[in-house]
């Protein structure tokens, strides 16, 4: 597994912040029994940047709290059958390019202050809720969003990242 990270955050992050993505991104692997081993990148920015980043690839113009960008196509959310044909892999490693994750750490903050739990927690919910969509889960119908709840619940709660 390579996770490869670029911090361009100027504020405080959580002290094991390397460690939560490492669990977080594994269990996500473990929950949709993802039969390869994975590449992802994970951007740690803030409000302006992915406001920037938002605009330019969605054009939605305002800062959002998290983004992911798959880099594969599933016939159904964590569907990996025909993947040996047409995944997206590595040519060197043979890892699947699953895509990459941008989060505002500023929004971490912000919500984590809402929401009343620990930045820690909120960085883990925001990986593991990216994650999926890296799978291929959405949360557009509620069949889909009730799904990827129960996931992103069961990722937290084995990696330890519970709501206080």
Same mark, same amino acid.
């Not at 911090?7 to 390869?36: F, H, M, S």
């Not at 025909?82 to 505002?104: K, N, Q």
């Not at 909120?122 to 069949?143: C, I, T, W």
């Given at each position: 597994?390579?996770? #490869?990270?670029?911090? +361009?955050?100027?504020?405080?992050?959580?002290?094991?912040?390397? #460690?939560?993505? !490492?669990?977080? =991104?594994? +269990?996500?692997?473990? !929950?949709?029994?993802?039969?390869?081993? =994975?590449?992802?990148?994970?951007?740690? #920015?803030?409000?302006?940047?992915?406001? $920037?980043?938002?605009?330019? !690839?969605? $054009?939605?113009?305002?800062? /959002?709290?998290?983004?992911?960008?798959?880099?594969?196509?599933?016939?159904?959310?964590?569907?990996? *059958?025909?993947?040996?044909?047409?995944? /997206?892999?590595?040519?060197? /490693?043979?890892?699947?390019?699953?895509?990459?994750?941008?989060?505002?750490?500023?929004?971490?903050? *912000? !919500?984590?202050?809402?929401?009343?739990?620990? =930045? +820690?927690?909120?960085?883990?919910?925001?990986?593991?809720? *990216?994650?999926?969509?890296?799978?291929?889960?959405?949360?557009?119908?509620?069949?889909?969003?009730?799904?990827?709840?129960?996931?992103? +619940?069961?990722?937290?709660?084995? /990696?330890?990242?519970?709501?206080?």
């Amino acid at each position: 597994m390579t996770i #490869t990270t670029e911090n +361009e955050y100027r504020g405080n992050l959580p002290e094991k912040w390397e #460690t939560i993505l !490492q669990d977080v =991104i594994e +269990e996500a692997c473990d !929950q949709v029994d993802c039969p390869y081993e =994975i590449e992802v990148d994970v951007l740690l #920015t803030d409000n302006n940047q992915i406001h $920037q980043i938002n605009l330019e !690839q969605r $054009q939605i113009d305002r800062p /959002t709290d998290v983004l992911s960008f798959p880099m594969n196509e599933y016939a159904a959310p964590g569907d990996f *059958s025909d993947f040996d044909e047409y995944g /997206t892999f590595h040519p060197e /490693t043979g890892e699947l390019m699953l895509g990459d994750i941008v989060v505002s750490m500023d929004k971490v903050h *912000s !919500q984590a202050k809402e929401y009343g739990h620990s =930045i +820690e927690r909120e960085l883990a919910f925001l990986v593991a809720h *990216s994650m999926l969509h890296l799978f291929g889960y959405d949360h557009m119908e509620d069949e889909e969003r009730i799904l990827m709840e129960k996931k992103q +619940e069961e990722i937290l709660e084995k /990696t330890g990242y519970r709501r206080s």
